[in-house]
């Protein structure tokens, strides 16, 4: 009987032990005993799938990592310490010395520090391309030696939205890897894999916990793919320990009905806030005004929970912002229960100039909300009275 995602991201659960508990158990264990000497030869010598080393593999790690391939449509994955590690590794895996990688100029922070400063160490080149790029654009910046296209969409902050179907398409003619980073949107909100991505990576530390409780991260996609990121993480050691595993496994069984609040609660801030005259303007992937909304409308099933905003007065009226907020919390972090307000320009991207900013749209006002699962108007109510006073 095939089930629907969402379900499976409930019942997917490890084998009952003799306890016969209901939710499913910790294994807070680093390694697995073998019966007998013949027994360890045989999974050592991959003649079998039993757990060695929680390095490698863990029955929890393996659970979490098992509902991620159930929602996202993937054929196999594997399950980091963080974010950052997912993306790291999926890059060392798969990419050598004389590769290229083409991505997008707006993509998170520590990816460019990791494909702008240390991939050069390993004769790895880059280039970047704007996320308005058409699709003879994309094709112009693919070389001989292209290997993989990364990309983010929505992307972090700046809420543009990319192409999936275009770009993978063009993926796909050029034999290129697409990698996309899918933690804006999540895989209840879109699916990169129906559009051709080979691979996905999420930070699970946001939405995928959505309690701000733990770090963690996981690439899913095409078997052979996953099994050379498999033997990368295994042998340099970015695992996710079990007691995350657990923590993100019981987050999962509630993410479909958490994206739709979040989703709900952010569409009715953003419309809201659109006409405020303190705003010079909001950006939210499924307004109206949005400039891609029908690329988002068309592989998004909601707009997500994050919307973004630019005050008219600038860098100190930005800072002023945060200052007057009284509920919403002050915080690096994103994809919580709470209401969390950030200043990209003063923060996260205070390292940038001035015009590697403005490329990426991060304007000196510019406000990002992640939204909570609070009431609505409360969360309105802040944001409010923290604008009449700026
Ligand atoms: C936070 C974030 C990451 C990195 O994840 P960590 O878990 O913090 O390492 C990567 N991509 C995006 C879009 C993010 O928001």
């Not at 999926?90 to 240390?118: E, R």
């Not at 307004?287 to 600038?314: T, Y």
């Not at 007057?324 to 320009?345: C, E, K, W, Y």
Request: net charge negative.
């Amino acid at each position: 009987m095939s089930q629907h995602p969402q379900t499976n991201a409930i019942r997917i659960q490890t084998e009952r032990t003799n306890e016969m508990e209901h939710s499913t158990p910790m294994f807070l264990t680093s390694s697995f005993c073998f019966d007998n000497a013949e027994d360890m030869r045989a999974a050592f010598a991959d003649e079998s799938d039993d757990n060695i080393y929680s390095r490698f593999s863990n029955p929890g790690v393996q659970e979490f990592i098992d509902k991620m391939c159930a929602l996202e449509g993937a054929e196999a994955g594997f399950a980091t310490a963080s974010g950052m590690s997912a993306v790291f590794g999926s890059f060392m895996a798969l990419l050598k010395q004389g590769d290229h990688l083409l991505s997008c100029n707006a993509i998170f922070g520590s990816t460019h520090t990791v494909i702008a400063k240390y991939l050069p160490k390993f004769g790895i080149s880059h280039s970047y391309i704007s996320a308005d790029a058409n699709e003879a654009a994309w094709e112009a910046a693919i070389r001989p030696e292209t290997k993989m296209i990364y990309l983010e969409t929505p992307t972090n902050p700046g809420l543009d939205v990319l192409d999936l179907d275009m770009i993978g398409r063009v993926a796909k003619k050029h034999s290129v890897i697409l990698n996309v980073d899918n933690c804006f949107a999540t895989p209840l909100n879109q699916q990169p894999i129906a559009f051709g991505a080979d691979l996905v990576v999420h930070s699970a530390t946001k939405w995928l916990d959505g309690q701000g409780r733990v770090l963690g991260g996981v690439i899913v996609g095409k078997k052979e793919l996953i099994k050379e990121i498999y033997l990368f993480c295994r042998s340099t050691g970015p695992s996710l320990s079990p007691f995350n595993a657990w923590v993100l496994s019981k987050s999962l069984e509630t993410l479909d009905v958490r994206m739709e609040r979040h989703s709900a609660n952010a569409l009715f801030i953003a419309e809201s806030l659109e006409k405020h005259p303190k705003i010079a303007s909001l950006r939210y992937p499924f307004l109206a005004s949005h400039p891609q909304v029908a690329i988002a409308k068309k592989q998004m099933k909601n707009g997500g929970g994050v919307v973004c905003f630019d005050l008219a007065g600038g860098l100190e009226s930005g800072r002023r912002f945060l200052n007057n907020l009284q509920m919403l919390s002050v915080t690096a972090n994103l994809g919580d229960t709470r209401s969390i307000a950030s200043h990209p320009a003063s923060t996260t991207h205070a390292k940038l100039t001035e015009e590697e900013r403005q490329l990426v749209n991060i304007t000196p006002g510019l406000i990002r909300i992640s939204v909570g699962l609070e009431h609505k108007e409360d969360i309105l109510n802040d944001i409010l009275q923290a604008l009449e006073k700026n």
